[in-house]
Protein backbone atom coordinates (compact mmCIF):
# COMPACT_ATOMS: atom_id res chain seq x y z
CA UNK A 1 0.00 0.00 0.00
CA UNK A 2 2.53 2.12 -0.44
CA UNK A 3 0.64 4.33 -2.76
CA UNK A 4 0.16 8.35 -3.97
CA UNK A 5 -0.08 9.65 -0.49
CA UNK A 6 2.87 7.97 0.59
CA UNK A 7 5.25 9.50 -1.97
CA UNK A 8 3.52 12.48 -1.33
CA UNK A 9 3.94 12.83 2.08
CA UNK A 10 7.23 11.10 2.15
CA UNK A 11 5.64 8.47 4.79
CA UNK A 12 5.10 4.78 5.24
CA UNK A 13 1.63 3.90 5.43
CA UNK A 14 -1.26 6.32 4.48
CA UNK A 15 -2.58 6.60 7.74
CA UNK A 16 -3.57 10.61 8.83
CA UNK A 17 -3.77 11.80 12.20
CA UNK A 18 -6.52 14.14 11.89
CA UNK A 19 -5.38 17.74 13.91
CA UNK A 20 -7.61 17.92 17.43
CA UNK A 21 -7.35 21.27 18.74
CA UNK A 22 -6.36 20.61 22.56
CA UNK A 23 -5.25 17.17 21.85
CA UNK A 24 -3.31 16.74 18.81
CA UNK A 25 -0.22 18.65 20.55
CA UNK A 26 3.67 17.58 19.70
CA UNK A 27 4.01 14.62 21.56
CA UNK A 28 1.03 12.20 19.62
CA UNK A 29 2.04 14.23 16.68
CA UNK A 30 5.56 12.69 16.89
CA UNK A 31 4.71 9.69 17.94
CA UNK A 32 2.22 8.91 14.24
CA UNK A 33 5.35 10.74 12.06
CA UNK A 34 7.46 8.00 14.07
CA UNK A 35 5.25 5.39 13.23
CA UNK A 36 4.95 6.05 9.69
CA UNK A 37 1.65 7.56 9.43
CA UNK A 38 1.40 11.26 9.09
CA UNK A 39 1.16 13.67 12.27
CA UNK A 40 -0.99 16.41 11.86
CA UNK A 41 -1.00 19.53 14.89
CA UNK A 42 -4.62 20.82 15.98
CA UNK A 43 -3.36 24.63 15.53
CA UNK A 44 -6.18 26.15 14.01
CA UNK A 45 -6.35 29.65 14.98
CA UNK A 46 -3.29 29.44 17.49
CA UNK A 47 -0.84 31.66 17.75
CA UNK A 48 2.21 32.09 15.51
CA UNK A 49 4.07 31.66 19.17
CA UNK A 50 2.16 28.36 20.07
CA UNK A 51 2.67 26.89 16.79
CA UNK A 52 6.75 27.47 16.09
CA UNK A 53 6.89 25.82 20.01
CA UNK A 54 4.80 23.04 18.84
CA UNK A 55 6.65 22.32 15.43
CA UNK A 56 10.22 22.50 17.17
CA UNK A 57 8.68 19.83 20.00
CA UNK A 58 7.76 17.39 17.24
CA UNK A 59 11.49 17.85 15.47
CA UNK A 60 13.04 16.94 19.00
CA UNK A 61 10.96 13.75 19.06
CA UNK A 62 11.41 12.84 15.37
CA UNK A 63 13.02 13.83 12.09
CA UNK A 64 10.02 12.30 10.52
CA UNK A 65 7.61 14.91 7.93
CA UNK A 66 4.47 15.99 9.84
CA UNK A 67 2.18 19.07 9.17
CA UNK A 68 0.00 21.59 11.01
CA UNK A 69 -3.76 22.49 10.99
CA UNK A 70 -5.02 25.81 9.82
CA UNK A 71 -8.92 27.02 9.45
CA UNK A 72 -9.28 27.73 5.57
CA UNK A 73 -11.63 30.72 4.85
CA UNK A 74 -11.98 34.03 4.38
CA UNK A 75 -14.16 34.82 7.46
CA UNK A 76 -11.13 33.21 9.54
CA UNK A 77 -7.73 34.26 7.92
CA UNK A 78 -6.49 37.27 8.25
CA UNK A 79 -3.35 38.47 5.88
CA UNK A 80 -1.66 39.41 8.96
CA UNK A 81 -2.02 36.22 10.79
CA UNK A 82 -0.99 34.78 7.44
CA UNK A 83 1.87 36.35 7.17
CA UNK A 84 3.03 35.51 10.63
CA UNK A 85 2.58 31.84 9.97
CA UNK A 86 4.83 31.85 6.62
CA UNK A 87 6.98 33.07 8.66
CA UNK A 88 6.73 30.05 10.60
CA UNK A 89 6.54 27.58 8.19
CA UNK A 90 9.54 28.97 6.42
CA UNK A 91 11.58 28.86 9.85
CA UNK A 92 10.83 25.28 10.85
CA UNK A 93 10.02 23.77 7.48
CA UNK A 94 6.85 21.67 8.73
CA UNK A 95 5.73 19.24 5.28
CA UNK A 96 1.86 20.10 4.99
CA UNK A 97 -0.76 22.51 5.96
CA UNK A 98 -4.20 20.73 6.51
CA UNK A 99 -6.25 22.46 5.79
CA UNK A 100 -10.13 22.05 7.70
CA UNK A 101 -12.32 24.74 4.97
CA UNK A 102 -14.90 25.57 7.87
CA UNK A 103 -17.79 24.14 5.64
CA UNK A 104 -21.67 25.29 6.88
CA UNK A 105 -24.75 26.28 5.37
CA UNK A 106 -23.70 29.38 4.80
CA UNK A 107 -20.10 29.17 4.06
CA UNK A 108 -18.80 27.16 1.03
CA UNK A 109 -15.29 27.08 -0.31
CA UNK A 110 -14.17 30.36 -2.03
CA UNK A 111 -11.95 29.04 -5.10
CA UNK A 112 -10.45 32.60 -5.53
CA UNK A 113 -9.37 32.83 -2.25
CA UNK A 114 -7.80 29.37 -2.61
CA UNK A 115 -6.26 29.68 -5.82
CA UNK A 116 -4.05 32.75 -4.35
CA UNK A 117 -3.11 30.84 -1.11
CA UNK A 118 -2.36 27.58 -2.48
CA UNK A 119 0.24 29.17 -4.89
CA UNK A 120 2.19 30.30 -1.47
CA UNK A 121 1.65 27.20 0.39
CA UNK A 122 3.41 25.72 -2.77
CA UNK A 123 5.81 28.51 -2.79
CA UNK A 124 6.62 28.06 0.35
CA UNK A 125 7.44 23.87 -0.16
CA UNK A 126 4.30 22.74 1.26
CA UNK A 127 1.88 19.79 0.70
CA UNK A 128 -1.66 20.89 0.81
CA UNK A 129 -3.94 18.57 2.08
CA UNK A 130 -7.74 20.39 2.11
CA UNK A 131 -10.25 18.78 4.10
CA UNK A 132 -13.70 19.37 2.21
CA UNK A 133 -17.42 18.23 3.39
CA UNK A 134 -19.08 18.58 0.27
CA UNK A 135 -18.75 17.13 -3.42
CA UNK A 136 -18.78 20.50 -5.16
CA UNK A 137 -15.82 21.86 -2.38
CA UNK A 138 -13.67 18.46 -3.32
CA UNK A 139 -13.70 19.73 -7.34
CA UNK A 140 -13.19 23.58 -6.41
CA UNK A 141 -10.69 22.44 -4.18
CA UNK A 142 -8.54 20.59 -7.01
CA UNK A 143 -9.22 23.15 -9.29
CA UNK A 144 -7.87 25.22 -6.53
CA UNK A 145 -4.25 22.80 -6.66
CA UNK A 146 -4.57 21.34 -3.42
CA UNK A 147 -2.16 17.99 -3.24
CA UNK A 148 -5.08 15.57 -2.02
CA UNK A 149 -8.52 15.97 -0.60
CA UNK A 150 -9.81 15.17 2.85
CA UNK A 151 -13.17 14.10 2.81
CA UNK A 152 -14.86 13.98 5.81
CA UNK A 153 -18.48 12.39 7.11
CA UNK A 154 -20.99 13.56 9.53
CA UNK A 155 -19.80 10.23 11.76
CA UNK A 156 -16.49 11.99 12.78
CA UNK A 157 -15.42 13.78 15.70
CA UNK A 158 -15.24 18.05 15.69
CA UNK A 159 -16.76 20.37 12.99
CA UNK A 160 -19.38 18.16 10.87
CA UNK A 161 -22.06 18.94 7.96
CA UNK A 162 -24.42 16.45 6.96
CA UNK A 163 -23.54 13.45 5.08
CA UNK A 164 -21.52 10.51 5.72
CA UNK A 165 -18.51 8.76 4.56
CA UNK A 166 -19.64 6.08 3.11
CA UNK A 167 -21.99 8.49 0.76
CA UNK A 168 -19.26 10.85 -0.03
CA UNK A 169 -15.98 9.15 -0.25
CA UNK A 170 -17.45 7.29 -3.65
CA UNK A 171 -19.29 10.28 -5.18
CA UNK A 172 -15.81 12.45 -4.71
CA UNK A 173 -13.68 9.52 -6.25
CA UNK A 174 -15.49 9.22 -9.27
CA UNK A 175 -15.16 12.39 -9.96
CA UNK A 176 -11.53 13.92 -9.10
CA UNK A 177 -7.70 12.50 -10.30
CA UNK A 178 -6.07 14.37 -6.90
CA UNK A 179 -5.75 11.42 -3.83
CA UNK A 180 -8.50 11.23 -1.45
CA UNK A 181 -8.33 10.45 2.39
CA UNK A 182 -11.55 9.10 3.69
CA UNK A 183 -12.34 10.48 7.10
CA UNK A 184 -15.09 10.06 9.79
CA UNK A 185 -15.68 6.79 11.48
CA UNK A 186 -13.19 5.14 11.08
CA UNK A 187 -10.79 3.56 13.36
CA UNK A 188 -10.15 -0.16 12.30
CA UNK A 189 -8.58 -2.17 9.69
CA UNK A 190 -12.15 -3.42 8.64
CA UNK A 191 -13.30 0.50 7.67
CA UNK A 192 -10.06 1.41 6.35
CA UNK A 193 -10.10 -1.43 4.02
CA UNK A 194 -13.73 -0.66 3.51
CA UNK A 195 -12.82 2.57 2.69
CA UNK A 196 -10.14 1.57 0.07
CA UNK A 197 -13.04 -0.32 -1.45
CA UNK A 198 -15.01 2.99 -1.85
CA UNK A 199 -12.24 4.83 -3.75
CA UNK A 200 -10.01 5.90 -0.96
CA UNK A 201 -6.32 6.06 -0.76
CA UNK A 202 -6.14 6.07 2.92
CA UNK A 203 -7.52 7.79 5.69
CA UNK A 204 -8.12 10.00 8.33
CA UNK A 205 -8.23 9.13 12.16
CA UNK A 206 -9.01 11.57 14.98
CA UNK A 207 -11.11 9.59 17.60
CA UNK A 208 -9.08 6.48 17.35
CA UNK A 209 -5.88 8.68 19.17
CA UNK A 210 -8.17 10.51 21.86
CA UNK A 211 -7.14 7.15 23.87
CA UNK A 212 -3.06 7.16 22.64
CA UNK A 213 -0.64 6.49 25.11
CA UNK A 214 1.17 9.47 23.79
CA UNK A 215 -2.02 12.22 23.81
CA UNK A 216 -1.73 14.85 26.29
CA UNK A 217 -4.94 15.25 27.66
CA UNK A 218 -6.46 15.23 30.96
CA UNK A 219 -7.40 11.50 31.94
CA UNK A 220 -10.78 12.70 33.05
CA UNK A 221 -11.49 13.42 29.56
CA UNK A 222 -9.44 9.44 28.51
CA UNK A 223 -11.73 7.77 30.81
CA UNK A 224 -14.72 9.20 29.07
CA UNK A 225 -13.64 8.31 26.21
CA UNK A 226 -12.91 4.72 26.93
CA UNK A 227 -16.48 4.42 28.75
CA UNK A 228 -18.21 5.78 25.81
CA UNK A 229 -21.03 4.11 24.12
CA UNK A 230 -22.86 3.83 20.54
CA UNK A 231 -25.25 6.07 22.01
CA UNK A 232 -23.06 8.73 23.78
CA UNK A 233 -22.29 11.46 21.19
CA UNK A 234 -24.77 14.00 20.20
CA UNK A 235 -24.12 17.53 17.76
CA UNK A 236 -24.36 21.03 19.12
CA UNK A 237 -23.88 24.29 17.87
CA UNK A 238 -26.64 23.80 14.81
CA UNK A 239 -28.18 27.09 15.72
CA UNK A 240 -25.11 28.89 15.08
CA UNK A 241 -24.72 26.71 11.96
CA UNK A 242 -21.22 25.43 13.35
CA UNK A 243 -22.56 21.65 14.04
CA UNK A 244 -19.93 19.66 16.19
CA UNK A 245 -20.13 16.14 17.30
CA UNK A 246 -19.03 15.74 21.19
CA UNK A 247 -19.95 13.90 23.96
CA UNK A 248 -23.49 14.44 25.75
CA UNK A 249 -22.54 15.74 28.98
CA UNK A 250 -24.24 18.93 30.93
CA UNK A 251 -22.47 21.37 28.62
CA UNK A 252 -24.39 19.30 25.36
CA UNK A 253 -27.87 18.93 27.51
CA UNK A 254 -27.58 22.83 28.26
CA UNK A 255 -26.41 23.77 24.56
CA UNK A 256 -29.57 21.33 23.38
CA UNK A 257 -32.31 22.75 25.40
CA UNK A 258 -31.29 26.54 24.55
CA UNK A 259 -31.01 25.33 20.98
CA UNK A 260 -34.59 23.65 21.38
CA UNK A 261 -36.03 26.55 23.27
CA UNK A 262 -35.07 29.71 21.42
CA UNK A 263 -35.06 30.79 17.48
CA UNK A 264 -31.43 29.95 15.83
CA UNK A 265 -30.25 33.61 16.13
CA UNK A 266 -31.05 34.09 19.87
CA UNK A 267 -29.97 30.56 20.06
CA UNK A 268 -26.48 31.12 18.88
CA UNK A 269 -25.50 34.07 20.60
CA UNK A 270 -26.78 32.18 24.52
CA UNK A 271 -25.24 29.36 23.79
CA UNK A 272 -21.55 31.76 22.68
CA UNK A 273 -20.88 32.17 26.77
CA UNK A 274 -20.87 28.54 27.29
CA UNK A 275 -19.06 27.01 24.44
CA UNK A 276 -16.22 29.84 24.73
CA UNK A 277 -12.84 27.50 25.16
CA UNK A 278 -15.10 24.44 25.97
CA UNK A 279 -12.58 22.44 23.84
CA UNK A 280 -9.83 23.39 26.77
CA UNK A 281 -11.89 23.25 29.49
CA UNK A 282 -12.54 19.21 29.12
CA UNK A 283 -9.56 17.76 27.20
CA UNK A 284 -7.15 19.99 29.46
CA UNK A 285 -8.62 21.33 32.46
CA UNK A 286 -10.38 17.82 32.98
CA UNK A 287 -13.76 19.15 33.84
CA UNK A 288 -15.67 16.94 31.37
CA UNK A 289 -19.05 17.91 31.96
CA UNK A 290 -18.75 21.83 31.70
CA UNK A 291 -16.39 21.58 28.72
CA UNK A 292 -16.76 19.56 25.00
CA UNK A 293 -15.21 16.28 25.14
CA UNK A 294 -15.27 16.37 21.13
CA UNK A 295 -15.56 12.51 19.75
CA UNK A 296 -17.14 10.67 16.91
CA UNK A 297 -18.99 7.98 16.87
CA UNK A 298 -16.68 5.34 16.61
CA UNK A 299 -15.92 6.27 19.98
CA UNK A 300 -17.91 3.43 21.00
CA UNK A 301 -15.28 1.30 19.56
CA UNK A 302 -12.43 2.62 21.56
CA UNK A 303 -11.82 0.64 24.85
CA UNK A 304 -8.22 1.31 25.75
CA UNK A 305 -5.03 3.06 26.18
CA UNK A 306 -2.91 2.09 23.51
CA UNK A 307 0.54 3.65 21.68
CA UNK A 308 -0.22 5.26 18.60
CA UNK A 309 2.65 2.88 16.90
CA UNK A 310 0.32 -0.04 18.41
CA UNK A 311 -3.18 1.89 16.88
CA UNK A 312 -1.54 2.62 13.37
CA UNK A 313 -0.05 -0.42 12.82
CA UNK A 314 -2.96 -3.27 13.92
CA UNK A 315 -5.16 -0.60 12.03
CA UNK A 316 -2.62 -1.18 8.94
CA UNK A 317 -2.08 -4.72 9.06
CA UNK A 318 -5.89 -5.61 9.44
CA UNK A 319 -6.72 -3.47 6.31
CA UNK A 320 -4.35 -5.16 4.30
CA UNK A 321 -5.19 -8.50 5.51
CA UNK A 322 -8.98 -7.79 4.76
CA UNK A 323 -8.37 -6.76 1.16
CA UNK A 324 -6.13 -9.52 0.90
CA UNK A 325 -9.15 -11.83 2.35
CA UNK A 326 -11.93 -9.80 0.42
CA UNK A 327 -12.39 -12.21 -2.85
CA UNK A 328 -13.02 -14.98 0.07
CA UNK A 329 -15.50 -13.03 1.85
CA UNK A 330 -17.41 -12.25 -0.86
CA UNK A 331 -17.27 -15.89 -2.23
CA UNK A 332 -18.34 -17.30 1.42
C1 LIG B 1 -11.32 16.35 19.91
C2 LIG B 1 -11.33 16.69 18.46
C3 LIG B 1 -10.89 17.94 18.06
C4 LIG B 1 -10.85 18.25 16.69
N1 LIG B 1 -10.34 19.48 16.31
C5 LIG B 1 -10.17 19.74 14.98
C6 LIG B 1 -9.51 20.92 14.55
O1 LIG B 1 -9.10 21.75 15.37
N2 LIG B 1 -9.34 21.12 13.21
C7 LIG B 1 -9.76 20.21 12.27
O2 LIG B 1 -9.57 20.40 11.07
N3 LIG B 1 -10.41 19.08 12.66
C8 LIG B 1 -10.61 18.82 13.99
N4 LIG B 1 -11.20 17.64 14.37
C9 LIG B 1 -11.58 16.65 13.34
C10 LIG B 1 -10.45 15.64 13.08
O3 LIG B 1 -9.32 16.25 12.51
C11 LIG B 1 -10.90 14.51 12.13
O4 LIG B 1 -11.36 15.09 10.92
C12 LIG B 1 -12.02 13.66 12.71
O5 LIG B 1 -11.72 13.34 14.05
C13 LIG B 1 -12.19 12.38 11.87
O6 LIG B 1 -13.28 11.63 12.28
P1 LIG B 1 -13.20 10.52 13.47
O7 LIG B 1 -13.25 11.32 14.74
O8 LIG B 1 -14.39 9.68 13.26
O9 LIG B 1 -11.90 9.78 13.30
C14 LIG B 1 -11.29 17.32 15.73
C15 LIG B 1 -11.77 16.08 16.16
C16 LIG B 1 -11.79 15.74 17.49
C17 LIG B 1 -12.27 14.39 17.91
New binding site residues.
Given amino acids: MHNKICEILNIEKPILQ ?4 W ?1 STAPLVAAVSSAGGFGIL ?1 T ?1 MATPEFIAEQMQAVKAQTDKPFGF ?1 MAFHPAFLSEEYFSNIMTVVRAEKPAAV ?1 L ?1 TMRNKTRHFDLAFAKKYFALFHEAGLKIIT ?1 VFAVQDALLAEQAGTDIIIV ?1 GW ?5 ITEQTTMVLVPQVRDILSVPIIA ?5 DGRAMAAAMILGADGI ?5 F ?1 AASETAIHPNAKAAILQAGDMSTVITGSCADESCRQLRNSLAEQVNAIEKEYPAAEAAQRIQPLVFRS ?1 RTAMQIGDIEQGAV ?3 Q ?1 VAAIDSIRPAQDIIETVYSQCQKFLLNARDIVLQ
Avoid: W
Fill in positions: GPMSVGANHDKKEGGGHSGGIAEMGTALGMAGI
